[in-house]
């Protein structure tokens, strides 16, 4: 099984989806991204700073604009071609090279960022991060295998809620659920897999001190990122969702919660 | 309990996010609200044709630009002394008088478009749509209360997967759980009770009859979506998350799924 786009080895991309200097989303950039440069070559996609344009658009098509079709096949295309925007090329390029992902956001309407958003909309198109039916396989390149398997990445998200609200069975929905279309749908939908999500909760009310544990707390987890094992969700390629693309029957049976896409980790 | 923007009776706001005419998503707004103005005066918010910006910025906040503090107060703030920019006081004064809210989108990984997501950022501010604790409910006016009680939404998803793939226990996960951080987090959350949802699976192999099919079924559901009934979750207010924000113990004991935070039809 040959990887689409083999990483360069102790190479991060650090995708950052915050407007403002100065905030607690900044410290961390700024302490987190020194942390990683001791163990990684590190490269930063400030998407605000950057201008980034989330919008998918006749844009991304190239000389395919305008042309009938589904857009994200039309993008694909595009790709095929080499006729993607500069902007979605650049970003691929850092994707492509970097071994550990590190997203960074926050958590707004239970969700990225619409910066953020866009940016999986534009920059991981089909060809690049993920592909149709293996003829050898017999399975779509895609949930554990794709165009960028064989990378890691850390999602760092603060959220103004506490601890207990977005917990299981907190009122605002637990965050492992809740980012779910990012861990499994976007990151393990292209073969890359999430380690354990960084939560800073509280994040509106920390004061200086909570700031400064958070900061500390954020170095020290990023200074063991390299031994981390990831949660792994399960692979179509292994047969589990054989036949109809829901979980065998024989699996778990009953249960309905996003929990049973997780795999074991032993 | 005052409810603060009372929706216009019969009054109707479709929020529409893709990107392509002549496409299967246009021919369902086109009919969609051809139906739904037999009954309603319908309003038409066409992000893409609007070149709505999605990116919540230093922009939305007025004269408050640039001063220290967390972009969502400030946007509150900015809302509360009139100085939001004018894209977003328009949006939010159609969502101020429809009495429905039609949400239709393509699902693009797993989520809203970008351009979707961003409005939700941007014209959902404090003040306007929720607000911080009541002083005689002694809770926030938050979940199934808050600025835009009193309204229904119906959620139109495209989606490229099979109903099995999306389906509970479908490798996708099931899509109300991957859209509850819109029929939940968003809309509840502003007092919006949902609809079910209303999916059309396999959108981009329906071919020309399938399209008329999914066409007159959206019709169909129009025609009778006066009359539905929401799917309602767990209010705030009610005492089933006293004390700790997380659901009391004895009601669904050891769940944690999603599901929990449904309220009873009956």
Chains 1, 2 share one sequence.
Not at 35 to 44: G, I, M
């Amino acid at each position: 099984m040959t990887i689409a786009h083999p990483p360069k080895p102790d190479t991060a991309l650090w995708v950052y989806a915050h407007p403002r200097r100065d905030s607690l989303n900044d410290r961390l950039l700024q302490a987190g991204t020194k942390a990683l440069a001791q163990r990684y070559e590190v490269t930063v996609s400030d998407l605000y700073a950057q201008g980034f344009d989330p919008v998918l658009s006749e844009r991304d098509l190239g000389d395919l604009a305008d042309r009938p079709g589904n857009i994200a096949e039309l993008a694909g295309d595009a790709y095929a071609n080499g006729r993607l925007p500069a902007d979605v090329r650049e970003e691929q390029a850092k994707l492509a090279a970097a071994e550990l992902l590190v997203v960074q956001f926050p958590l707004w309407w239970y969700g990225p960022p619409a910066i953020l958003k866009g940016w999986f909309d534009r920059v991981l198109t089909s060809g690049f991060a993920y592909d149709d039916t293996d003829p050898e396989l017999g399975v779509p390149r895609r949930y554990g295998d794709g165009g960028l398997v064989g990378r890691k990445a850390l999602v760092v998200v603060t959220a103004g809620e506490d601890e207990r609200s977005i917990g299981p069975r907190g009122i605002s929905g637990d965050l492992d659920s809740l980012l779910f279309p990012i861990t499994h749908g976007v990151l393990w939908y292209v073969g890359i897999e999430a380690l354990d999500l960084h939560v800073v909760h509280d994040a509106d009310s920390l004061g200086a001190e909570g700031v400064e544990e958070q900061v500390d707390r954020l170095v020290a987890r990023l200074d063991g990122v390299a031994g981390e094992r990831p949660r792994l969700f399960r692979r179509l390629r292994d047969g589990e969702y054989a036949g109809t693309r829901a979980l065998r029957e024989d699996l778990l049976p009953g249960r309905t919660d996003l929990g049973i896409h997780l795999a074991d980790r032993g």
